[in-house]
T-cell receptor
Framework: EAQVTQNPRYLITVTGKKLTVTCSQN?????MSWYRQDPGLGLRQIYY???????DKGDVPEGYKVSRKEKRNFPLILESPSPNQTSLYFC?????????????FGNGTRLTVT | AQKITQTQPGMFVQEKEAVTLDCTYD???????LFWYKQPSSGEMIFLIY??????QNATEGRYSLNFQKARKSANLVISASQLGDSAMYFC??????????FGQGTTLQVKP
């Protein structure tokens, strides 16, 4: 089954404790992206990657890191989480360079930083 | 700059009736795509329908249709014969030349029995 898998689904952590949210897709998509969703703000892009070893900042990259060492994986790293990073996070993938290619989303990770 | 605006934070519709969710956009790109996603209470994002800027016909997918008015820069989602399972948040989104998908703030739809 074609899918984007992200883990964990739920995560509660404390300020400053490094964490990684994993993301993997099995559709051979070049393009991958991370979004965060906050009430009243819709989804905002954190980082994206057009292909292996190519990553770039989105609209709200501060406090996050990503890597793309393999085509299928695109982990999101929070080196020192803070309470304002409490949010619902989505990983997504699509074909690159095709306007009509929809983003396929993972099921989301609900992160709480206390 | 590209922007998507959904002006209806919440909507109610009676079961079996049709409902229109509004979406307007702003872009200077000549070629772009418009998407609608559904987010039920369980949280996942489900792709519903796509409309290309050069498509002459309005897109349809089952009970979903997209009322595309290019001159007005609007891309409203029409859901016909609403069902209780249609209760969810709906997001309008746009992709332009950069390939980035930008989202509106979302509209929460509640279907009443």
């Amino acid at each position: 089954e074609a899918q984007v898998t992200q883990n964990p689904r739920y995560l509660i952590t404390v300020t400053g404790k490094k964490l990684t949210v994993t993301c993997s897709q099995n559709m051979n998509h070049e393009y991958m992206s991370w979004y965060r969703q906050d009430p009243g703000l819709g989804l905002r892009q954190i980082y994206y990657s057009m292909n292996v070893e190519v990553t770039d900042k989105g609209d709200v990259p501060e406090g996050y890191k990503v890597s793309r060492k393999e085509k299928r994986n695109f982990p999101l790293i929070l080196e020192s989480p803070s309470p304002n990073q409490t949010s619902l996070y989505f990983c997504a993938s699509s074909l690159a360079g095709q306007i009509n290619s929809p983003l396929h989303f993972g099921n989301g990770t609900r992160l709480t930083v206390t | 700059a590209q922007k998507i605006t959904q002006t209806q934070p919440g909507m109610f519709v009676q079961e079996k009736e049709a409902v229109t969710l509004d979406c307007t956009y702003d872009t200077s790109d000549q070629s772009y795509g418009l998407f609608w996603y559904k987010q039920p209470s369980s949280g996942e994002m489900i792709f519903l329908i796509y409309q290309g800027s050069y498509d002459e016909q309005n897109a349809t997918e089952g009970r979903y249709s997209l009322n595309f008015q290019k001159a007005r820069k609007s891309a409203n989602l029409v859901i016909s014969a609403s069902q209780l399972g249609d209760s969810a948040m709906y997001f309008c989104a746009m992709k332009g030349n950069t390939g980035k998908l930008i989202f509106g703030q979302g509209t929460t739809l509640q279907v009443k029995p």
